[in-house]
């Protein structure tokens, strides 16, 4: 009885600091809607500089209160008692008192690192760990981790349940929860990696590696917050469902400058498909690709063999081949990309064809003089037989225009790719048409970047050219003073000076976030870049990205094992070498916080049966149930699945469930589970209001649910063109239960009989 009430004080104590955590919050947001509401009522007196002020100050007032209602659900979720007396709060934002007492610490801020690192071998000054254990703002439970055993002589209590046990046996929503409140030690010394350079996160499935990267990419724009606000953080992931499932964590921790995107929508405006032949994207994925894409646009600088007759305005002048190679070396050595360069070749060759127009003209008149000249030169170049021999030489060209033609002329594929066999070549083709893929979202990438922009040949008005070239030298200036000490710290000053990353940074629109100007920005030069199962990317991939961020400050976390993309990597020295060669840092993750250990173990011996070395990270639960393996007759699979379906859907008590299985057999399956359970079936990483989703092992990567059920098992093995990857990633998706249903037989290892 004592014991009960003495727990029963520490809840209502801890309920009552906790309200007042909340008091804090909801005065602050008050306070900033009111700050708010008067910058908008202040006229926008006079000059451009005011205004330009008001809306810095109310786009302040916009960010921070946005981000005091992000951070409301379990505000606060730790407590250190330190051995000098001091009681420290951790949450997810820092907060004081209107006279500046601290009333809780930001999760991020170094003060609250303990909460993460201290153990019982290294207290690092701490006696006493607390978990507070909120539901909405109602503090439910309490933990304790009493590192100063003497605390327990005092009469001190351990509290409740273990927090993380709890993060973890809770149900699956579809969409992943931020794991601020449980970070565990060697997940956390990754998450406050110091900022520059290139480190590689490996782990098994289940080690929160997603979640790692996340809270990695919270940690780094709050810890490097002047460095990283004006270039922003990019987090790229496989696909936009994996986009969708984990959108929510970042604003949950208070932060919305991260741009995320899939590969498929790296290259603004452009939305690629995930479809594509193993084989076509195995090709696309070579680094040679980048000599293929570069001869593409050589070739598209071309030569007569024969002089040309031009007709300008009823007067004939010639064009040579040798007119033509001269002035296309002199536009090549300008070393601008294709179409800025055409602007040199054009002029070079109008002035020479304005130069004969006139001799022609003086010989026949006996009498030129130069005011004729610019006349002249508007006829030259409004020739249409001009235009079109111009064309033929040097055409503007898009990115799109350029990769389409060179994937559905064969003959121009030839001359550029020389080197790829017929079959390969023939892989590549595609009609003009077709939808863009992932694979050729690289390529777009590297030709829009050997191209350049189509504006500057086309002309712009000058007055808008020389607006734009202001304001883009006014946002450099602001660029540089930003990015300087981040340069040096990196290591990378006198690599890259200041001003080259600063001009690719031009800002568009005032007003408009580092992150939102990113996102819409094909040369935007990022800060950091996250890259999540990054052993999918193939090396156009990889090229991509690092030019996406030339201060190479990379945080790649994957799994090597799970690679199932046919143009994915085999090891990370393979992967970052012909791009930061040996430097890079490696850090693993060894402990498994999604599948039981059962399920886990079977996923292994699965994989070793089939010749695909693992590294096995320790589950960190038992789990309730081993894997229920079930062999039926031919066309029974169906039959089996809806008759099981039922009992499984009940084990997990309203949890999510995934019917994994081939491509091929989608849609079937879909019909037929819709048929029973209605509106309850969806299709990506599943919502609140679904609770089955069929969906392909691909698509489940990088997901978890409650329950998995895989549909014929035994294709999952060959699909991945030889690689066990996709078995092994369906099989370590559940986080409690997993049945395997197989007309052609289970898989060697699951059942543990041969080992
Ligand atoms: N410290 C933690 N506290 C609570 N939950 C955690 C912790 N670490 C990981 N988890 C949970 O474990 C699950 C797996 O994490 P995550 O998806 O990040 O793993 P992963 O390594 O990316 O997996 P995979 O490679 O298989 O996709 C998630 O539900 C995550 O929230």
């Known amino acids: 009885m004592p014991e009960e009430s003495s727990a029963h004080t520490e809840l209502e104590n801890e309920r009552q600091y906790v309200a007042g955590l909340y008091h804090r919050l909801d005065e602050l947001r008050d306070e900033k809607r009111e700050q708010l509401a008067q910058v908008r009522r202040s006229h926008s007196a006079g000059s451009h500089q005011n205004r330009s002020e008001r809306d810095a100050f109310a786009t302040m007032y916009e960010d921070r209160l946005a981000q005091l209602m992000a951070v409301d659900d379990r505000l606060v979720f730790?407590?250190?008692?330190?051995?000098?007396?001091?009681?420290?709060?951790?949450?997810?934002?820092?907060?004081?008192?209107?006279?500046?007492?601290?009333?809780?610490?930001?999760?991020?801020?170094?003060?609250?690192?303990?909460?993460?690192?201290?153990?019982?071998f290294e207290r690092q000054g701490v006696r006493r760990r607390r978990h507070l254990m909120l539901k909405g703002r109602e503090v439910q439970g309490l933990e304790d981790d009493v590192l100063d055993y003497s605390m327990l002589e005092e009469g001190q209590d351990?509290?409740?349940?273990?927090?993380?046990?709890?993060?973890l046996n809770s149900k699956r929503t579809g969409q992943m929860s931020d794991i601020v409140g449980t970070i565990q030690a060697e997940q956390d010394r990754i998450i406050r990696a110091p900022l520059p350079g290139t480190l590689v996160v490996q782990g098994g499935p289940g080690t929160g590696k997603t979640a790692v990267a996340l809270h990695r990419a919270a940690y780094l724009l709050y810890t490097h917050r002047e460095r990283l606000k004006s270039a922003g953080v990019l987090l790229?992931?496989?696909?936009?469902?994996?986009?969708?499932?984990?959108?929510?964590?970042?604003?949950?921790?208070?932060?919305?400058?991260?741009?995320?995107?899939?590969?498929?929508?790296?290259?603004?405006?452009?939305?690629?498909?995930?479809e594509e032949s193993a084989e076509a994207a195995e090709i696309k994925g070579r680094l040679s690709m980048a000599d293929v894409v570069a001869r593409a646009v050589a070739n598209r600088q071309r030569n007569f063999t024969e002089p040309r007759r031009l007709n300008i305005e009823g007067t004939w002048v010639t064009l040579t081949p040798k007119q033509v190679s001269r002035a296309r070396d002199r536009a090549r050595a300008t070393g601008k990309p294709h179409n800025e360069a055409r602007v040199t070749f054009v002029k070079i060759l109008l002035r020479e064809l304005t130069d004969q127009m006139t001799e022609i003209l003086e010989e026949s008149a006996g009498a030129g003089n130069s005011t004729d000249r610019a006349y002249l030169a508007e006829d030259v170049r409004s020739s249409r037989d001009v235009r079109v021999a111009l064309n033929l030489c040097w055409m503007p060209l898009t990115p799109e225009k350029l990769i389409s033609?060179?994937?559905?002329?064969?003959?121009?594929?030839?001359?550029?790719?020389?080197?790829?066999?017929?079959?390969?070549?023939?892989?590549?083709?595609?009609?003009?048409?077709?939808?863009?893929?992932?694979?050729?979202?690289?390529?777009?990438?590297?030709?829009?970047?050997?191209?350049?922009?189509?504006d500057a040949s086309a002309g712009r008005d000058s007055a808008a050219l020389e607006e734009a070239r202001k304001r883009d030298l006014a946002n450099a200036e602001r660029a540089i003073e930003n990015t300087e000490g981040f340069l040096e710290d990196s290591g990378a000053h006198g690599i890259l000076s200041a001003e080259d990353l600063a001009n690719h940074n031009m800002a568009t629109e005032q007003r408009l976030t580092a992150a939102d100007r990113a996102a819409v920005d094909r040369t935007w030069a990022f800060g950091h870049v996250v890259v999540d199962e990054a052993q999918e990317l193939s090396a156009m991939q990889w090229r991509l990205l690092m030019r996406r961020c030339p201060l190479k400050s990379f945080t790649v976390v994957g799994d090597i094992a799970q690679t199932s993309s046919a143009a994915g990597a085999t090891s990370w020295q393979q992967a970052l070498d012909p791009f930061v060669g040996e430097r890079w840092t490696l850090e693993e993750l060894t402990v498994n916080y999604r599948t039981p250990a059962q399920i886990a173990e079977a996923a292994v011996r699965m994989?070793?049966?089939?010749?695909?070395?693992?590294?096995?990270?320790?589950a960190v639960r038992e789990g309730l149930w081993a894997p229920f393996l079930d062999e039926v007759q031919q066309g029974g699979l169906l039959p089996r699945l809806l008759e099981t379906l039922t009992e499984d859907l009940a084990a997990i008590e309203g949890g999510l469930l995934?019917?994994?299985?081939?491509?091929?057999?989608?849609?079937?399956?879909?019909?037929?589970?819709?048929?029973?359970?209605?509106?309850?079936?969806?299709?990506?990483?599943?919502?609140?209001?679904q609770d089955i989703v069929v969906i392909s092992p691909r698509e489940a990567k990088g997901l978890e649910f409650d329950a998995v059920v895989i549909l014929e098992p035994s294709e999952l093995l060959t699909a991945a063109a030889g690689k066990v990857g996709d078995l092994y990633v369906a099989m370590t998706r559940p986080t409690q239960r997993l049945r395997l249903i197989a007309e052609y037989g289970i898989p060697a290892g699951i059942d543990g009989s041969e080992s």
């Open 658 to 689: 995934a019917v994994i299985t081939e491509d091929h057999r989608l849609e079937q399956v879909r019909e037929e589970v819709t048929a029973v359970y209605g509106n309850r079936v969806g299709t990506g990483a599943g919502g609140l209001s």
């Open 607 to 618: 994989a070793n049966a089939a010749g695909l070395v693992v590294s096995a990270p320790k």
């Open 405 to 454: 033609e060179l994937f559905s002329k064969p003959g121009q594929l030839e001359a550029a790719a020389p080197e790829l066999t017929d079959a390969e070549r023939e892989a590549l083709r595609r009609s003009p048409d077709a939808p863009w893929t992932e694979a050729d979202v690289p390529l777009l990438d590297e030709a829009a970047e050997l191209l350049g922009e189509l």
């Open 158 to 167: 351990l509290q409740g349940e273990g927090a993380l046990l709890a993060a």
């Open 236 to 274: 790229v992931g496989p696909s936009n469902a994996f986009i969708r499932y984990i959108e929510r964590v970042l604003p949950s921790l208070g932060e919305t400058g991260v741009v995320m995107s899939s590969l498929g929508q790296l290259m603004p405006g452009i939305a690629a498909t995930a």
């Open 78 to 120: 730790g407590r250190l008692d330190l051995d000098d007396g001091e009681t420290r709060y951790i949450g997810r934002i820092g907060l004081s008192t209107a006279d500046l007492q601290r009333l809780m610490v930001d999760w991020r801020a170094p003060e609250a690192g303990t909460f993460y690192q201290a153990t019982a």
